[in-house]
């Protein structure tokens, strides 16, 4: 048994097997949750993939990515974690990129079903109003979880579980939250990610010449190409992966895009985000605005 006050239910989850999908906000114990139940499961026998969709608090993966990793035995777990398979989302918020956090989140699913056993789906702290229960609904239709745990803390999750339950057949499970669950506050948050993106950009850094044809999406002609300074872009390798992340730099006249992960890419997608590769803090932009001068 596992010694925490959801031990059963991890007891319970490790023996059904199949898709287990984590909803709460923030701070309400879902990635140590997670953990927990896939250590059970590896203790157990099973093949385990993390599928962790949080852009903001990225465990495996950069921020603005969802990430997976497959775990074999015990001993992998506690290795560090290094994912196996990115998807860029370009944001760390899913305001503006609920179709590209739903389709990243799903592309990962679907390629765990066959590898493992038991797949565990960490996600965002956003599941309330129009934005968190649209971004879980569409997660939900399209990654059709077995198993849904909504962690509660007072009422808040109550109008999302509702739906859930009223649209599909997935078992849905409301369980408290961990009393031993520590709050963090925004400054810690904010290093965190900071900690992330700096990761993801370990040097060496090398600075490659890239045309204005390899964005998606397409740049418009006549583009002041200054607007793209900073940008964050995701890097295809022309296969549907991202390999991993990069930043735009305009210098003599010439676009760059700064990465480490260079090799083999054939596109760049343009993310929701500007980097500053010496503070790692990050600022939102509208890509309509950058492209149009909106």
């Known amino acids: 048994m596992t010694d925490t006050i959801h031990a059963g239910l991890i007891d319970d989850l490790v023996r059904r097997r199949g898709v287990v999908m ?4 923030a701070d309400t114990g879902k990635t140590t949750f997670a953990f927990r139940l896939m250590r059970a499961a590896l203790a157990a026998g099973r093949t385990v993939a993390f599928v962790d969709s949080d852009i ?6 950069p921020p603005a990515c969802a990430g997976l990793v497959v775990f074999e035995s015990p001993a992998d777990i506690e290795q560090p974690l290094a994912a196996e398979r990115l998807h860029f989302v370009g944001a760390i918020d899913p305001d503006g990129v609920i179709l590209q956090q739903v389709v990243a989140t799903a592309v990962l699913v679907d390629g765990a079903r066959d590898r493992a056993d038991l797949v565990v789906v960490d996600t965002t702290g956003s599941v309330s109003g129009v934005l968190g229960q649209t971004l879980k609904y569409h997660k939900m239709e399209v990654c059709r979880p077995d198993v849904v745990v909504g962690f509660q803390r007072g009422a808040e999750v109550e109008p ?3 739906m859930l339950r009223r649209f599909f057949d997935a078992d849905v499970e409301v369980v408290p939250v961990d009393p031993d669950a520590r709050p963090s506050n925004p400054e810690e948050r904010r ?12 040097e060496p850094l090398q600075r490659w010449r890239v045309r204005n044809t390899v964005f998606a999406p397409t740049l418009p002609a006549g583009l002041d190409e200054t607007r793209l300074e900073g940008v964050l872009v995701g890097l295809q390798d022309g296969s549907g992966e991202c390999l991993g992340l990069g930043v ?3 210098e003599d ?6 990465t480490n992960r260079g090799e083999g890419m054939r596109g760049l997608w343009l993310g ?3 980097l500053d590769l010496e503070t790692f803090e990050v600022s939102k932009v509208k890509l309509g605005d950058v492209m149009f001068g909106v």
């Open 160 to 162: 999302l579980v509702g």
């Open 56 to 61: 903001d608090q990225s465990t495996v993966g």
């Open 191 to 202: 290093a965190a990610r900071a900690k992330g993106f700096a990761a993801a950009f370990a």
């Open 253 to 258: 006249h010439t676009l760059k895009v700064v």
């Open 22 to 25: 984590l909803i709460g906000s």
């Open 248 to 250: 735009l730099e305009y």
């Open 272 to 274: 929701s985000l500007r």
